[in-house]
């Protein structure tokens, strides 16, 4: 399993230290921990969500969290299950396969449904209800935590309605897109934090991309594996 360390400390780590670590995305709650003399970075303290990942550190591949004083470690040889990692809360999306040969689930955050034979899209990240004059509920903003997710998901979806653009004009072929390399392969890692407890650096002890990869994971947060099989049975059925 993976584990994590804070130097310096000597006590029982709070959230907020693991936090002003750079570790904070990988607990929400209280994390097991153990002095030790020999971490990376000198002494300090090992943290992990569960005991267990404590009573054996030795050989572990570690890598510092950037621009942060924490570290991320993987024992050699260790494999990592997807259902090692699950948040206690998962959003519901499409299993894509990533480079570690294992299918993890990325969310849908803007979704497609069929209505009266056409699709239309809907925002599937929680929203906050609200109560309007007349008393009556209806959906309001993005709830909070979820909010950059939804955002990465206009944003991509905005990348296709331009390739789509640029097709139609019998222009350059190809995903017209705005995302940067580094934007791109970091916003797939935030789809995939949305349901696992990971970032940056597990992403790359584990292995898990590829910039194809990181694009799927992309399409999935918009749900175009919906549209495609819609656009598919259309076209069969035209046929």
């Known amino acids: 399993m993976l584990l994590y360390f804070v130097p310096e400390l000597r006590a029982a780590p709070t959230l907020d230290q693991v936090q002003g670590a750079g570790l904070g995305y990988a607990f929400d ?12 970075g ?7 969500r569960d005991s267990g990942s404590l009573l054996d550190c030795n050989e572990v591949d570690w890598r510092q969290v950037p621009a942060a004083t924490g570290w ?56 906050r209800l609200t109560l309007d004059a007349e008393g009556k509920w209806s959906h309001g903003s993005v709830v909070e935590v979820y909010a950059p997710l939804w ?3 206009q944003k991509w979806i ?23 390399f580094s934007e791109l392969v970091n916003g797939s890692i935030m789809a995939l934090a949305a349901n696992y407890y990971l970032g940056p650096v597990e992403a790359d002890l ?17 749900d175009l594996p919906t549209w495609h099989d819609w656009a598919q049975k259309k076209t069969q059925a035209a046929g």
């Open 151 to 153: 955002a990465l998901a």
């Open 29 to 40: 709650r209280k994390p097991a921990f153990r002095n030790t003399e020999a971490g990376p």
């Open 158 to 180: 905005d990348c296709w309605t331009q390739a789509v653009e640029t097709i139609e004009k019998k222009a350059d072929g190809g995903l017209a897109t705005t995302l940067e």
């Open 206 to 222: 584990l292995g898990l991309l590829t910039y194809e990869i990181a694009r799927d994971i992309l399409d999935a947060l918009v």
């Open 72 to 127: 991320v470690g993987l024992r050699k040889g260790a494999t990592v299950k997807p259902d090692g990692l699950k948040r206690d809360r998962m959003l519901d999306g499409h299993r894509v396969e990533l480079a570690d040969s294992q299918k993890w689930l990325v969310p849908v955050a803007r979704g497609f449904s069929e209505e009266d034979g056409d699709l239309r899209w809907f925002c599937a990240v929680p929203t």
């Open 42 to 48: 000198g002494h300090g303290v090992l943290v992990a």
